[in-house]
């Protein structure tokens, strides 16, 4: 790394270039200064628009079988908005690189799937990380999340306000985005758009997916996009004089009521399961034709409300039947099942038992025939925390197929724990929480003062140290708060505490350093040696963390007692030599996953081959460090003062030269 004597030195030949012959150059053609031959000013010209981007190919492998588990094609553009140091708002034109390093996970056995794509891929960590998380539900697969870690580096955020901080931008419940059925892949040449606010922007071109049972290396028949479908093929007809009628569709339903609704104990006469919540219905359906039609109608905020308080093993339901009919039950019954695990409760399953009638299914095929719908496994929806209720007042969808969907609006729900027949304070979804834009004003987030650095040894089963590091260690968490604002934590691993993990012995490859505080508070830092004809070298590669949220370190918290398990198991960073030890004082922040980030500092590390009584090797330093103090320092500052002094008297010379040519060259006119 150059230090800052040998770059000034390395720009004495380009600022005698431009300070002395640049006056000579001046002189010369002072003469003509006011006349028509003078030289115009060069107009800067705005950079050109970047062009489409280039279209990558990126698959995800079991680690198990080797076998492909996930196939991407894809192109992307995005424009990220950001502030400047003078307070102004920027936007930064990017492209996904086709080179981008791919790893993720294949379905988890919970139909859940993602795809992680970083670079530039450096000694240094990747600037961009750009992970798509893909849901399979109703034998049909959705991109669910897209989240983006992104270094704010100079050269892609030119005077950002805060150049190099870690920022993200996150995506979550895309329903509709690359849906296709399983067996399928989804594929869009056509440019769609993911928008988060104005924050962000993604242009995807190029697409094809498949994230579920994939066979081989090549992708299954692919569901074709509708903007990639001409729907309105060119049919010649005879010219009439006169235009056809025109039919307008029906205008659109209004938004539906908000209902109350409310299960009450039949043995204590209080009540067990709260409700507020509208509902649009749209059911496809068979009509005589054998065409398919949609109907749309609404949940009525009269319906008969019923069901079942907790039964003992954390179930409860909601029944709600409509229009009320003295003669029974009404043609529709809608069933909301909860279940609570841990301390947080969801919506487990829905069943939407309706009649085809004539009013609401005309020209049905089979009019009057009682249908079913049934959704189980909604695991993650409308969740919240036992002794909270979930509200949200932003339209949510939950989808059967094409055949059902269930477009839910102005909800609050309280399934357990209900008290005083009231709902408790409420987790709001994040759709109803707007995070405020950063202030342009100077980030303390730079600023942060450094811990004090711990010493942790790792002993083998002999009680030998075989593995010592030297490091302040932060962690930055983000946390929804009680009022539904997201907030940040600030924790630092604590010096003084007893370390564990793993040692790499003689034949291992790899080597971990385990932290435990509090209780509730843990890290996980591991070392792999770097496989292949490079087998002499380490990386930090993988770090895990553990933590449960608590008043303390998270205040005002709305998920208290709730309990995360973080991880980033493709981390590049810190490269050293097997058998030396590392040394690197600047901090560096690694993200573990879109809400946690790490910060690693006045890092001193031996993972492998440390000597006895745990005593460092030959310290090698990280290159963004520069040379060790001493070397090659009165060296510079010799040759410095050298090349000034030669600078000075060149630079009088030249400058007499070309005095003396100016004014000869004025006596001949």
Same mark, same amino acid.
């Given at each position: 790394?150059?230090?800052?004597?040998?770059?000034?030195?390395?720009?004495?030949?380009?600022?005698?270039?431009?300070?002395?012959?640049?006056?000579?150059?001046?002189?010369?053609?002072?003469?003509?200064?006011?006349?028509?031959?003078?030289?115009?000013?060069?107009?800067?010209?705005?950079?050109?628009?970047?062009?489409?981007?280039?279209?990558?190919?990126?698959?995800?492998?079991?680690?198990?079988?080797?076998?492909?588990?996930?196939?991407?094609?894809?192109?992307?553009?995005?424009?990220?908005?950001?502030?400047?140091?003078?307070?102004?708002?920027?936007?930064?034109?990017?492209?996904?690189?086709?080179?981008?390093?791919?790893?993720?996970?294949?379905?988890?056995?919970?139909?859940?799937?993602?795809?992680?794509?970083?670079?530039?891929?450096?000694?240094?960590?990747?600037?961009?990380?750009?992970?798509?998380?893909?849901?399979?539900?109703?034998?049909?697969?959705?991109?669910?999340?897209?989240?983006?870690?992104?270094?704010?580096?100079?050269? /892609?955020?030119?005077?950002?306000? &805060?150049?190099?901080?870690?920022?993200?931008?996150?995506?979550?419940?895309?329903?509709?985005?690359?849906?296709?059925?399983?067996?399928?892949?989804?594929?869009?040449?056509?440019?769609?758009?993911?928008?988060?606010? *104005?924050?962000?922007?993604?242009?995807?071109?190029?697409?094809?997916?498949?994230?579920?049972?994939?066979?081989? /290396?090549?992708?299954?028949?692919?569901?074709?996009?509708?903007?990639?479908?001409?729907?309105?093929?060119?049919?010649?007809?005879?010219?009439?004089?006169?235009?056809?009628?025109?039919?307008? =569709?029906? #205008? #659109?339903?209004?938004?539906?009521?908000?209902?109350?609704?409310?299960?009450?104990?039949?043995?204590?006469?209080?009540?067990?399961?709260?409700?507020?919540?509208?509902?649009?219905?749209?059911?496809?359906?068979?009509?005589?034709?054998?065409?398919?039609?949609?109907?749309?109608?609404?949940?009525? =905020?009269?319906?008969?409300?019923?069901?079942?308080?907790?039964?003992?093993?954390?179930?409860?339901? !909601?029944?709600?039947?409509?229009?009320?009919?003295?003669?029974?039950?009404?043609?529709?019954?809608?069933?909301?099942?909860?279940?609570?695990?841990?301390?947080?409760?969801?919506?487990?399953?829905?069943?939407?038992?309706?009649?085809?009638? &004539?009013?609401?299914?005309?020209?049905?095929?089979?009019?009057?025939?009682?249908?079913?719908?049934?959704?189980?496994?909604?695991? /993650?929806?409308?969740?919240?925390?036992?002794?909270?209720?979930?509200?949200?007042?932003?339209?949510?969808?939950? $989808?059967?197929?094409?055949?059902?969907?269930?477009?839910?609006?102005?909800?609050?729900?309280?399934?357990?724990?209900?008290?005083?027949?009231?709902?408790?304070?409420?987790?709001?979804?994040?759709?109803?929480?707007?995070?405020?834009?950063?202030?342009?004003?100077?980030? *303390?987030?730079?600023?942060?003062?450094?811990?004090? =650095?711990?010493?942790?040894?790792?002993?083998?089963?002999?009680?030998?140290?075989?593995?010592?590091?030297?490091?302040?260690?932060?962690?930055?968490?983000?946390?929804?708060?009680?009022?539904?604002?997201?907030?940040?934590?600030?924790?630092?691993?604590?010096?003084?505490?007893?370390?564990?993990?793993?040692?790499?012995?003689?034949?291992?490859?790899?080597?971990?350093?385990?932290?435990?505080?509090?209780?509730?508070?843990?890290?996980?830092?591991?070392?792999?040696?770097?496989?292949?004809?490079?087998?002499?070298?380490?990386?930090?590669?993988?770090?895990?963390?553990?933590?449960?949220?608590?008043?303390?370190?998270?205040?005002?918290?709305?998920?208290?007692?709730?309990?995360?398990?973080?991880?980033?198991?493709?981390?590049?960073?810190?490269?050293?030599?097997?058998?030396?030890? !590392?040394?690197?004082?600047?901090?560096?922040?690694?993200?573990?996953?879109?809400?946690?980030?790490?910060?690693?500092?006045?890092?001193?590390?031996?993972?492998?081959?440390?000597?006895?009584?745990? $005593?460092?090797?030959?310290?090698?330093?990280?290159?963004?460090?520069?040379? =060790?103090?001493?070397?090659?320092?009165?060296?510079?500052?010799?040759?410095?003062?050298?090349?000034?002094?030669?600078?000075?008297?060149?630079?009088?010379?030249?400058?007499?030269?070309?005095?003396?040519?100016?004014?000869?060259?004025?006596?001949?006119?």
């Amino acid at each position: 790394m150059v230090n800052s004597v040998e770059r000034f030195a390395l720009f004495l030949p380009i600022l005698f270039s431009h300070f002395v012959l640049g006056t000579c150059a001046a002189g010369v053609v002072s003469r003509y200064e006011g006349t028509s031959g003078q030289l115009e000013d060069a107009t800067i010209r705005p950079s050109p628009p970047l062009e489409l981007p280039p279209i990558g190919r990126f698959n995800v492998s079991n680690s198990s079988t080797g076998q492909r588990c996930i196939l991407a094609t894809l192109g992307l553009q995005f424009n990220i908005e950001y502030v400047r140091k003078n307070g102004t708002t920027g936007l930064a034109d990017l492209q996904l690189s086709p080179y981008a390093d791919d790893s993720g996970t294949c379905d988890n056995g919970q139909g859940e799937a993602a795809i992680v794509l970083q670079w530039p891929y450096s000694s240094e960590g990747a600037n961009y990380m750009l992970t798509l998380s893909f849901k399979k539900a109703n034998n049909a697969f959705h991109l669910n999340d897209l989240v983006l870690n992104y270094n704010l580096t100079e050269g /892609d955020f030119p005077d950002a306000n &805060e150049t190099n901080a870690i920022k993200s931008v996150e995506m979550h419940d895309l329903t509709d985005t690359f849906s296709a059925p399983l067996g399928q892949s989804y594929k869009c040449q056509t440019q769609q758009t993911i928008q988060d606010g *104005t924050v962000a922007t993604f242009n995807f071109v190029g697409v094809q997916m498949q994230p579920f049972e994939v066979k081989g /290396d090549v992708y299954d028949e692919p569901s074709v996009c509708s903007e990639d479908r001409s729907t309105t093929p060119f049919h010649s007809t005879p010219h009439h004089s006169t235009p056809p009628p025109t039919t307008k =569709p029906p #205008p #659109p339903l209004p938004p539906p009521t908000v209902g109350h609704f409310n299960v009450t104990d039949p043995a204590t006469g209080d009540l067990c399961v709260l409700a507020r919540l509208g509902i649009q219905f749209k059911i496809q359906y068979a009509s005589r034709d054998g065409d398919n039609d949609l109907a749309d109608f609404q949940l009525s =905020p009269y319906a008969e409300d019923s069901g079942t308080c907790d039964n003992g093993q954390g179930e409860a339901s !909601l029944i709600m039947q409509w229009p009320n009919n003295p003669d029974g039950p009404g043609p529709y019954t809608l069933t909301l099942v909860f279940a609570k695990v841990r301390n947080t409760f969801s919506l487990h399953g829905l069943v939407f038992t309706y009649n085809l009638t &004539e009013e609401d299914f005309p020209d049905a095929n089979d009019t009057n025939t009682v249908k079913t719908v049934t959704l189980n496994d909604l695991k /993650d929806t409308f969740s919240a925390p036992v002794g909270q209720s979930y509200k949200c007042q932003s339209e949510q969808t939950i $989808q059967d197929g094409n055949v059902a969907t269930f477009n839910f609006i102005g909800v609050q729900l309280q399934p357990f724990e209900v008290k005083q027949d009231t709902f408790s304070p409420p987790r709001v979804c994040n759709l109803d929480i707007t995070t405020p834009s950063p202030s342009p004003g100077p980030s *303390t987030t730079a600023f942060m003062p450094l811990p004090i =650095p711990g010493d942790w040894k790792v002993t083998d089963g002999t009680g030998k140290v075989c593995m010592r590091v030297k490091a302040s260690l932060q962690l930055k968490v983000k946390y929804y708060k009680f009022d539904g604002t997201l907030d940040v934590s600030d924790l630092t691993v604590p010096p003084h505490i007893n370390a564990t993990g793993s040692c790499a012995g003689s034949t291992g490859n790899s080597a971990s350093l385990v932290l435990v505080w509090d209780e509730v508070y843990s890290v996980t830092i591991k070392f792999s040696k770097d496989i292949g004809t490079d087998s002499g070298s380490f990386r930090l590669n993988n770090i895990q963390v553990q933590y449960t949220i608590n008043q303390d370190g998270f205040p005002d918290c709305r998920d208290c007692g709730s309990s995360f398990t973080p991880s980033n198991l493709t981390v590049n960073a810190y490269h050293g030599k097997v058998g030396n030890a !590392l040394k690197c004082k600047m901090r560096q922040g690694i993200p573990v996953d879109t809400n946690v980030t790490m910060t690693i500092a006045e890092l001193e590390a031996q993972p492998f081959g440390i000597g006895q009584d745990g $005593q460092f090797g030959e310290t090698d330093t990280c290159p963004q460090d520069g040379p =060790p103090a001493g070397q090659g320092g009165g060296v510079n500052k010799v040759a410095l003062g050298v090349c000034l002094s030669l600078f000075f008297v060149i630079a009088i010379g030249v400058t007499v030269f070309c005095y003396r040519k100016r004014r000869s060259q004025y006596q001949k006119f």
